[in-house]
């Protein structure tokens, strides 16, 4: 049950669009279209913002998108503003646990 | 609205026992699976343990596997986690967090309550 990979840190200025990427193994993203994403703010609990891989729920910015190949899922977020400044976690269901990524943080420049 | 609640926290020697409860609120509480997630002071999320709607199902991550209990009270509508032989690696911010509709991600988490094991 190792964390999915993902980079340290990311950034971007305002109107950008940065990438995130998740990378997992054959137990867990490879073989699962169970892979969501989490932003989380400073003192504050994860917020979902993808799930099963690209649908984002209801209130979620359409700024944000997501995909998945292979064994690595992606999230992108499109038009950077100052308030997606954050961690960001992806999470991948692994055939009984659940696993997260190591998270990115997302720096608006 | 959907609330989650966390309480039960606190400072405990390592070696001692907790019991975190989570309150819940704003749905059918036992329409839904339920999981704990813990955050370590500066490092990521850690998905830890779930219990299906029912309570006839659980399962947990190999590091808290054989101390921690997951269970839950659908009348109370309360999820707890009991914590038992608990290490100073154990110490963090403990989220509940509700399963989402159809499964396979979690839409509702609590705000969290902190843990620290230390002597």
């Known amino acids: 049950q190792s964390a999915l990979t993902q980079p340290r840190s990311v950034s971007g200025s305002p109107g950008q669009s940065v990438t995130i990427s998740c990378i997992g193994t054959?137990?867990?993203?490879?073989?699962?279209?169970?892979v969501s994403w989490y932003q989380q703010r400073p003192g504050r609990a994860p917020k979902l913002i993808i799930y099963?891989?690209?649908k984002r729920p209801s209130g979620v910015p359409d700024r944000f998108s997501a995909s998945k190949s292979g064994n690595t899922a992606s999230l992108t977020i499109s038009g950077l503003q100052a308030e997606d400044e954050a961690d960001f976690y992806c999470?991948?269901?692994?055939?009984?646990?659940?696993?997260f990524g190591s998270g990115t943080a997302v720096t608006v420049l | 609205e959907v609330q989650l609640v966390e309480s039960g926290g606190g400072l405990v020697q390592p070696g001692g026992s907790l019991r975190l409860s989570c309150s819940v609120s704003?749905?059918?509480?036992?329409?839904?699976?339920m999981h704990w997630v813990r955050q370590a002071p500066g490092k990521g999320l850690e998905y830890l343990s779930a219990?299906?709607?029912?309570?006839?199902?659980?399962h947990y991550a190999d590091s808290v596997k054989g101390r921690f209990s997951i269970s839950r009270d659908n009348f109370k509508n309360t999820l707890y986690l009991q914590m038992t032989s608990l290490r100073p690696e154990d110490s963090g911010v403990y989220y509940c967090?509700?399963?989402?509709?159809?499964?396979?991600?979690?839409?509702?988490w609590g705000q969290g309550i902190m843990v620290t094991v230390s002597s």
């Open positions: 054959t137990n867990d993203v490879g073989v699962y279209n169970f």
């Open positions: 219990i299906l709607g029912d309570g006839s199902f659980t």
């Open positions: 099963d891989v690209n």
């Open positions: 704003g749905f059918s509480f036992s329409d839904f699976p």
């Open positions: 967090a509700k399963d989402r509709v159809n499964g396979w991600s979690f839409d509702s």
């Open positions: 999470c991948s269901y692994a055939g009984g646990p659940y696993v």
